[in-house]
């Protein structure tokens, strides 16, 4: 069952009106052309089950709360944020879950790179030499990860806790999320 | 006034790495949040990039207490993908080792429950005992005491030892006694009853509405599992039953899951007795195999720790996207909800009582 | 026998500097007591710390230690010898002072009163008329070390469990107390000695109290802090208990503390309730005395393996509304039936 981003809430109240009452998981796939997000409802009593769709672009990758309808959303919707850089409108501005990721692509889509380095801006001299290095000999290696250290007045994660970083991202706002994730 | 405390991610307690920020009032828990992501190996991501039959490792490293449950999930929408059919032979043999691993797991909850309220690890050790022996009834028939990686598709990897039913069967019947005692042994105990009797109460509706899986679920009185709802290999066939509790409290999760352990020795002894004769090896297609006929699959199991789907968009080779839905993920959720207005010792007793493993729950 | 010619011109020489006149020898007396009970505590704290590890691996059906010793037994001392060769490590704002005098007066007081129990008639250092009394008025005394304890960590966390553990304890002395007058009303007196008179008279008061026995035992293993009731310790399993900050020889001590303890415990429900050092006398009496002591930890050695943990409030009501009033209700019924 396909529906639109606009009629999502509203499509799945009418759904649990007609007893599709326990939300089995939301997750979404990166199809290449865009984002799709899926919604897995469940009638216990009645034993059936039910997939929404809703199509989304990458660059204006968002789809409302479905929270209000049911409450178990809440953390699929989380890991949705967190996986796929889909942001979820209209919901109270949450932690990821899995803790900092530093500038990083959402993991689950097609365009996270696999080999590539994932730094904060500081590093990048670190990141370029390692890239330079990829069958360098033990001593290159070793100067790539010896470089000095950045600054503790750094913009990134080391200065403060995770928990001082990710509450000022989260306090920024989850919900502005739109193509690429966070940058902390 | 809420003081935060943090409990974790290294603690006595047998879960896993787990961060609880606790916000206290008193004795009295505010708030929970639980921080996790210690254990997230990106598998949903890795799988993408293996062939079909090179993730069962990792699948199985998903549940360290129940690892076949797993490996037979993610080998159950292989073979949906590539339209393969278990033989008859193989479904038993299936079904032998998938209820010997909820014997396994549910003994490693009963003794992890009973450490995070206090105990001295004695019932975890009795529990080990007989779960070592379920053990090594599935090393006899798989080769492996732990991460069997014990499925093909369309079987298994080997056939059951000639000798494998009678040790089976004689393990029941010891085994059945032992359910027997462990029940008596802690339903007498006052102190046990105290905290378990009323202790988390989730309701029916609640429980539907948060999502939660498997053995909470059914507790809560919703009658629900997998097995009797969507029924796969031979359950239908040996009449299986669900169990189901009213309360909803940590006593009735606890006891759903002791009368579950009971109904996996009747299926056991059930399916040794009416195996029916042929060959269980399913094919040993490794890498590279009949190509996927259906383009996206949705199987569900019900795993020791709840219900798992498994969701997963098929490449010809390899899953273009595997989606887990796994219990442990939205037990943990259901948690803070839970937890709220109880004792800071109750929340311990809760979280032994939802039999949670954090490498289900990160991925 | 041939231990008894050579123990008894020890004993009665020892006697002698005791009833002498002059503080010197009496002094001298004392101190000798106390250097022989020490030994006594050290070797059941040693034998108990043992036994408990190999019962409690036996009824979990492991073996316990084997390695060390035969049968494990010098794998006390090889922990003992671990624990005191590591570094001391305070934080910062834990209260140093505090911090050590914590557990070293609660060992203090503990072994004092183990030193106010005679082990037979024959071996008194004093006679207290209240012997009994004033041994639970020291008791009454621990709950304050306990907070102290917790207190000096600075971590918020072992001071409140510290405070729930005094809690525990306050609320667990009462029960006692009403029973402990229950035993005096029998007797006639608070002394030991003449408590124990009373039972070789009548029978051993477990049997002729029950109620009390039953009352004093549960009120006993929360005075001990073992489990079911072992909250302070219980907290460190889920936040941080006491012992966090007690670094590696504060930990043998706090051992050291709770095996005393126990000592102290199995000796007073072994006066009070069992007999004291009566019995058969192909034993000598002190021998008695510590079997019946070591019986009584065995069973709390057994219970700390089967049961789990019980919740603060529970506790206290058990403590409230269960023992208070069995204890007084033992009471009525002692004074009823033997007195009146």
Same mark, same amino acid.
């Given at each position: 069952?396909?529906?639109?981003?606009?009629?999502?809430?509203?499509?799945?109240?009418?759904?649990?009106?007609?007893?599709?009452?326990?939300?089995?998981?939301?997750?979404?796939?990166?199809?290449?052309?865009?984002?799709?997000?899926?919604?897995?409802?469940?009638?216990?009593?009645?034993?059936?089950?039910?997939?929404?769709?809703?199509?989304?672009?990458?660059?204006?990758?968002?789809?409302?709360?479905?929270?209000?309808?049911?409450?178990?959303?809440?953390?699929?919707?989380?890991?949705?944020?967190?996986?796929?850089?889909?942001?979820?409108?209209?919901?109270?501005?949450?932690?990821?879950?899995?803790?900092?990721?530093?500038?990083?692509?959402?993991?689950?889509?097609?365009?996270?790179?696999?080999?590539?380095?994932?730094?904060?801006?500081?590093?990048?001299?670190?990141?370029?030499?390692?890239?330079?290095?990829?069958?360098?000999?033990?001593?290159?290696?070793?100067?790539?990860?010896?470089?000095?250290?950045?600054?503790?007045?750094?913009?990134?994660?080391?200065?403060?806790?995770?928990?001082?970083?990710?509450?000022?991202?989260?306090?920024?706002?989850?919900?502005?999320?739109?193509?690429?994730?966070?940058?902390? | 006034?809420?003081?935060?405390?943090?409990?974790?991610?290294?603690?006595?307690?047998?879960?896993?790495?787990?961060?609880?920020?606790?916000?206290?009032?008193?004795?009295?828990?505010?708030?929970?949040?639980?921080?996790?992501?210690?254990?997230?190996?990106?598998?949903?991501?890795?799988?993408?990039?293996?062939?079909?039959?090179?993730? %069962?490792?990792? !699948? /199985?490293?998903?549940?360290?207490?129940?690892? $076949? @449950?797993? +490996? =037979? #999930?993610?080998?159950?929408? *292989?073979?949906?993908?590539?339209?393969?059919?278990?033989?008859?032979?193989?479904?038993?043999?299936?079904?032998?080792?998938?209820?010997?691993?909820?014997?396994?797991?549910?003994?490693?909850?009963?003794?992890?429950?009973?450490?995070?309220?206090?105990?001295?690890?004695?019932?975890?050790?009795?529990?080990?005992?007989?779960?070592?022996?379920?053990?090594?009834?599935?090393?006899?028939?798989?080769?492996?005491?732990?991460?069997?990686?014990?499925?093909?598709?369309?079987?298994?990897?080997?056939?059951?030892?000639?000798?494998?039913?009678?040790?089976?069967?004689?393990?029941?019947?010891?085994?059945?006694?032992?359910?027997?005692?462990?029940?008596?042994?802690?339903?007498?105990? %006052?102190?046990? !009853? /105290?905290?378990?009797?009323?202790?988390?109460? $989730? @309701?029916? +509706? =609640? #429980?539907?509405?948060?999502? *939660?899986?498997?053995?909470?679920?059914?507790?809560?009185?919703?009658?629900?599992?997998?097995?009797?709802?969507?029924?796969?290999?031979?359950?239908?066939?040996?009449?299986?039953?669900?169990?189901?509790?009213?309360?909803?409290?940590?006593?009735?999760?606890?006891?759903?899951?002791?009368?579950?352990?009971?109904?996996?020795?009747?299926?056991?002894?059930?399916?040794?007795?009416?195996?029916?004769?042929?060959?269980?090896?399913?094919?040993?297609?490794?890498?590279?195999?009949?190509?996927?006929?259906?383009?996206?699959?949705?199987?569900?199991?019900?795993?020791?720790?709840?219900?798992?789907?498994?969701?997963?968009?098929?490449?010809?080779?390899?899953?273009?996207?595997?989606?887990?839905?796994?219990?442990?993920?939205?037990?943990?959720?259901?948690?803070?909800?839970?937890?709220?207005?109880?004792?800071?010792?109750?929340?311990?007793?809760?979280?032994?009582?939802?039999?949670?493993?954090?490498?289900?729950?990160?991925? | 026998?041939?231990?008894?010619?050579?123990?008894?011109?020890?004993?009665?020489?020892?006697?002698?500097?005791?009833?002498?006149?002059?503080?010197?020898?009496?002094?001298?007396?004392?101190?000798?007591?106390?250097?022989?009970?020490?030994?006594?505590?050290?070797?059941?704290?040693?034998?108990?710390?043992?036994?408990?590890?190999?019962?409690?691996?036996?009824?979990?059906?492991?073996?316990?230690?084997?390695?060390?010793?035969?049968?494990?037994?010098?794998?006390?001392?090889?922990?003992?010898?671990?624990?005191?060769?590591?570094?001391?490590?305070?934080?910062?704002?834990?209260?140093?002072?505090?911090?050590?005098?914590?557990?070293?007066?609660?060992?203090?007081?503990?072994?004092?009163?183990?030193?106010?129990?005679?082990?037979?008639?024959?071996?008194?250092?004093?006679?207290?008329?209240?012997?009994?009394?004033?041994?639970?008025?020291?008791?009454?005394?621990?709950?304050?070390?306990?907070?102290?304890?917790?207190?000096?960590?600075?971590?918020?966390?072992?001071?409140?469990?510290?405070?729930?553990?005094?809690?525990?304890?306050?609320?667990?002395?009462?029960?006692?107390?009403?029973?402990?007058?229950?035993?005096?009303?029998?007797?006639?007196?608070?002394?030991?000695?003449?408590?124990?008179?009373?039972?070789?008279?009548?029978?051993?008061?477990?049997?002729?109290?029950?109620?009390?026995?039953?009352?004093?035992?549960?009120?006993?293993?929360?005075?001990?802090?073992?489990?079911?009731?072992?909250?302070?310790?219980?907290?460190?399993?889920?936040?941080?208990?006491?012992?966090?900050?007690?670094?590696?020889?504060?930990?043998?001590?706090?051992?050291?503390?709770?095996?005393?303890?126990?000592?102290?415990?199995?000796?007073?429900?072994?006066?009070?309730?069992?007999?004291?050092?009566?019995?058969?006398?192909?034993?000598?009496?002190?021998?008695?005395?510590?079997?019946?002591?070591?019986?009584?930890?065995?069973?709390?050695?057994?219970?700390?393996?089967?049961?789990?943990?019980?919740?603060?409030?529970?506790?206290?009501?058990?403590?409230?509304?269960?023992?208070?009033?069995?204890?007084?209700?033992?009471?009525?019924?002692?004074?009823?039936?033997?007195?009146?």
């Amino acid at each position: 069952m396909r529906f639109e981003r606009k009629v999502l809430v509203q499509g799945l109240g009418e759904l649990k009106g007609q007893g599709y009452g326990y939300l089995v998981k939301i997750t979404a796939v990166d199809y290449g052309k865009g984002l799709t997000a899926l919604y897995f409802i469940r009638d216990l009593a009645g034993n059936r089950d039910e997939t929404v769709e809703v199509e989304i672009g990458y660059d204006d990758a968002w789809v409302p709360t479905v929270m209000d309808v049911y409450p178990a959303a809440d953390w699929y919707e989380r890991e949705m944020m967190e996986m796929f850089g889909i942001g979820v409108h209209g919901r109270v501005a949450s932690r990821l879950l899995l803790e900092k990721w530093d500038g990083v692509d959402p993991p689950l889509r097609k365009s996270f790179q696999w080999n590539a380095e994932y730094r904060t801006a500081d590093n990048k001299d670190v990141a370029a030499a390692r890239k330079a290095n990829t069958v360098g000999a033990p001593s290159e290696r070793q100067a790539g990860r010896n470089a000095p250290l950045p600054a503790a007045s750094a913009p990134g994660a080391t200065a403060r806790g995770p928990r001082a970083a990710g509450k000022k991202g989260a306090a920024r706002g989850a919900d502005d999320k739109s193509g690429g994730g966070d940058k902390r | 006034m809420i003081t935060r405390i943090n409990i974790g991610p290294v603690h006595p307690s047998t879960h896993g790495v787990l961060r609880l920020v606790v916000g206290l009032d008193g004795d009295t828990v505010k708030e929970v949040e639980p921080h996790i992501g210690f254990l997230h190996r990106g598998v949903e991501k890795l799988v993408e990039t293996r062939m079909y039959m090179q993730s %069962p490792p990792y !699948m /199985e490293k998903l549940d360290y207490i129940a690892p $076949l @449950s797993y +490996d =037979e #999930a993610y080998v159950a929408a *292989v073979e949906a993908a590539l339209g393969v059919e278990v033989g008859e032979r193989a479904a038993y043999v299936r079904l032998i080792q998938l209820e010997l691993q909820r014997i396994a797991s549910h003994l490693f909850f009963l003794g992890a429950l009973c450490n995070d309220m206090g105990q001295m690890f004695t019932t975890f050790m009795w529990g080990f005992e007989d779960r070592d022996r379920v053990l090594a009834l599935l090393e006899e028939a798989t080769g492996q005491r732990m991460f069997y990686v014990n499925m093909r598709v369309g079987g298994v990897t080997m056939e059951l030892p000639p000798d494998f039913s009678e040790s089976c069967l004689s393990f029941l019947t010891y085994f059945e006694k032992r359910i027997g005692q462990y029940e008596s042994y802690l339903e007498k105990n %006052p102190v046990f !009853m /105290e905290r378990m009797k009323g202790v988390g109460v $989730l @309701s029916a +509706d =609640e #429980a539907r509405a948060l999502g *939660v899986a498997g053995p909470v679920l059914r507790a809560s009185g919703i009658d629900y599992d997998v097995r009797a709802a969507r029924p796969y290999y031979a359950y239908k066939k040996l009449n299986f039953s669900s169990v189901t509790a009213l309360k909803g409290d940590n006593f009735a999760r606890y006891k759903v899951r002791m009368l579950e352990m009971r109904e996996s020795v009747r299926l056991i002894r059930a399916a040794l007795l009416s195996m029916p004769e042929g060959s269980a090896l399913g094919a040993t297609t490794k890498l590279i195999g009949p190509a996927a006929k259906n383009r996206t699959v949705s199987v569900s199991r019900e795993l020791p720790r709840g219900e798992c789907m498994m969701y997963m968009v098929a490449d010809p080779q390899r899953p273009y996207r595997l989606s887990i839905r796994d219990p442990s993920f939205i037990n943990l959720a259901a948690l803070p909800y839970l937890a709220r207005e109880q004792r800071l010792a109750d929340l311990f007793a809760i979280m032994g009582s939802l039999d949670l493993v954090m490498a289900c729950v990160d991925r | 026998m041939l231990i008894d010619s050579i123990v008894s011109p020890i004993v009665s020489d020892w006697q002698s500097w005791l009833s002498s006149g002059s503080l010197l020898l009496y002094a001298a007396a004392i101190l000798a007591y106390a250097i022989a009970m020490l030994i006594v505590i050290s070797v059941f704290a040693y034998v108990f710390g043992w036994v408990e590890r190999k019962v409690i691996a036996r009824i979990q059906h492991r073996h316990g230690p084997t390695y060390v010793g035969k049968y494990g037994f010098l794998q006390n001392l090889a922990d003992l010898v671990k624990l005191l060769s590591k570094e001391q490590i305070t934080p910062e704002n834990a209260d140093r002072v505090l911090l050590a005098i914590g557990p070293i007066l609660l060992l203090a007081l503990t072994t004092f009163m183990i030193l106010l129990i005679p082990l037979s008639p024959a071996l008194q250092a004093t006679d207290l008329g209240l012997g009994m009394l004033a041994i639970f008025i020291i008791i009454a005394f621990l709950p304050l070390l306990v907070f102290v304890s917790g207190f000096a960590s600075g971590n918020k966390f072992a001071d409140i469990s510290a405070q729930r553990s005094v809690l525990m304890l306050i609320s667990y002395e009462l029960p006692m107390l009403v029973v402990l007058a229950a035993v005096a009303l029998l007797s006639g007196s608070y002394s030991i000695g003449s408590i124990i008179a009373a039972q070789s008279g009548l029978a051993w008061f477990a049997v002729v109290m029950p109620i009390g026995f039953a009352v004093f035992f549960v009120a006993m293993l929360a005075e001990m802090e073992r489990p079911p009731f072992d909250l302070r310790e219980a907290d460190s399993e889920l936040i941080a208990g006491w012992l966090t900050d007690y670094s590696a020889p504060y930990y043998a001590l706090a051992l050291f503390i709770d095996y005393t303890r126990v000592f102290l415990i199995g000796l007073v429900i072994a006066i009070l309730f069992l007999g004291g050092w009566s019995g058969p006398s192909f034993l000598p009496g002190p021998v008695w005395l510590i079997a019946k002591a070591f019986a009584v930890a065995l069973v709390a050695i057994v219970i700390r393996a089967t049961t789990v943990r019980m919740r603060l409030d529970r506790v206290l009501r058990l403590g409230w509304l269960w023992l208070l009033p069995l204890a007084l209700i033992n009471l009525i019924l002692t004074y009823i039936i033997f007195v009146a």
